[in-house]
């Protein structure tokens, strides 16, 4: 019971949040400065009560936004405040949840939503995106100003914004991306450890070696720099338990925070694998009390127990990872207070929403086809086989692990069996990152994948997703 009740935390996690959340409603007209505005809050739900399972794609045309410093202190403004971004067309049915991280530490009342993620699921099955939102966005706040997105949150709680710190950044999603959000949940550190150690960890795709200050054990004192160690995560299928998952995708001391959001999809995927391998979704209702006293989240049971049913129709290689990257933003350093920011790019951003939040139409009457690669590996380095068939998922094609093979003698090799068009394979060859030089070319008519990808002891499995997104 321990094991399903923290699968169900870590599922919610991963696929439909965790956290702490009021319901997350529009912005409405906002009161004159002065005047108290209560706090919305989520009425509980009654056995009359109609819970809309999946949530509107739009919200609704007419909207007011509060004007520029409504709520908050007077600050100078370093740029001219934008126009609301146009709604983007989401199909309906599309239930749009926003993953928040923040990093408030036991005790503290302030802290920052420094992990965004957008997940959006597709109530037919066809397929869900995530899409990771940098914290230093520069945005404008509705009522506020323009600041980073990672306060919002904040703001919204601090200052009486409608809906609190939901409610706002809900709303900054909204005027500066142009996505509704539906749903909202945040996880803290101490809470993203304990779940992820309760169901004994994850077996994460490390697909970059990735080098790091970490503290020698959580309960040392971090003010203290003998405590410190320089730390690696090498590129293999490596099993984390939660410390080791908190540090790996919460550093960037190292990095930067395009790669940090590399790292969080990783475990995010590792997470949604081991939901699928525990099968904890015929529980999700005898245990929604357990949840909610955990982990407490705006998502109706309604409406979780029917995101959750879609989740073993949808593979990994149907979770489209994107990230607003450095393709769709620009450095910029704010001229009142010096701070390096990152400014949306919007025409880059609309085009990357485009090709995240396509789902293919399929014909119920026609059985689904999809370009499947077996994918062997070496027998001295197994690990590598995985490594590049996530990077194949992360493209959208679909894989099947083989045995490790004698042929994988050093050299990497995509052989065609003449079943597919060379226009599949040359995408087959550029998700891999390998030359022409690198096919090979069998007649076989009859071999039940199209393509086989021998991955030699040799590969290097390192790649970045988040740069050249949109196909």
Known sequence: MIARRAALILFASAAAGCGLFQQSGAAVLPP????????????????????PILP??????????????????????????????????????????????SDRRPGATSFRTDTLVLVSIHAG????????????????LPGFSMQRINSAYTSGEQYGYP??????????????????????????MDGFRRVI????????????????????????PPEDEANWVM????????HMDGDYALWYARTRGHSSDFDRARRQQEVLRAAYRQVLRLDLIPHIPELYTELSSSVSSDIPLAALVELAALAPRISPAEIHSRFLGRDQ???????VNG????????????????DAFRFEQTDPLVPQSYTTVEVVGPASNPDLALLAAERLEYHEFRTHIGPTSDEADGSTRLIDYGQATAEVRDELLSALGLPAAALELRSDPISPFPFRLVVGSSYDPCFDPTRGQVR
């Open 329 to 335: 933003v620009t450095g910029w350093r704010v001229p």
């Open 339 to 354: 701070a390096q920011v990152l400014l949306p790019n919007a025409p880059a951003i609309r085009a990357l929403l485009e």
């Open 197 to 220: 150690d309760t169901v004994g960890g994850l077996d994460v795709r490390v697909a970059c070696a990735y080098t790091d200050w970490r503290l020698r054990s959580p309960d040392l």
């Open 56 to 101: 509107p794609a739009t919200p609704a045309p007419s909207r007011v936004w509060p004007g520029p410093l409504t709520y908050g202190t007077v600050t100078p403004i370093p740029t001219e405040i934008p126009t609301p971004v146009e709604v983007f067309p989401f199909e309906a049915g599309v239930t749009n949840i926003l993953l928040i991280g």
């Open 231 to 238: 730390f690696t995560a090498p590129a293999a299928v490596v």
């Open 163 to 188: 809906g609190g710190g939901p409610g706002l950044l809900a709303d900054t999603v909204l005027y500066n991306l142009g996505i509704p959000v539906h749903y909202q949940a945040r996880v803290e």
């Open 32 to 51: 004159p400065k002065g005047t108290p505005t209560p706090r919305s809050a989520t009425p509980p739900q009654s056995a009359a009560t109609t819970i």
């Open 125 to 140: 099955g066809r397929g869900a995106a995530l899409l990771s939102i940098p914290r230093d966005l520069f945005v404008y």
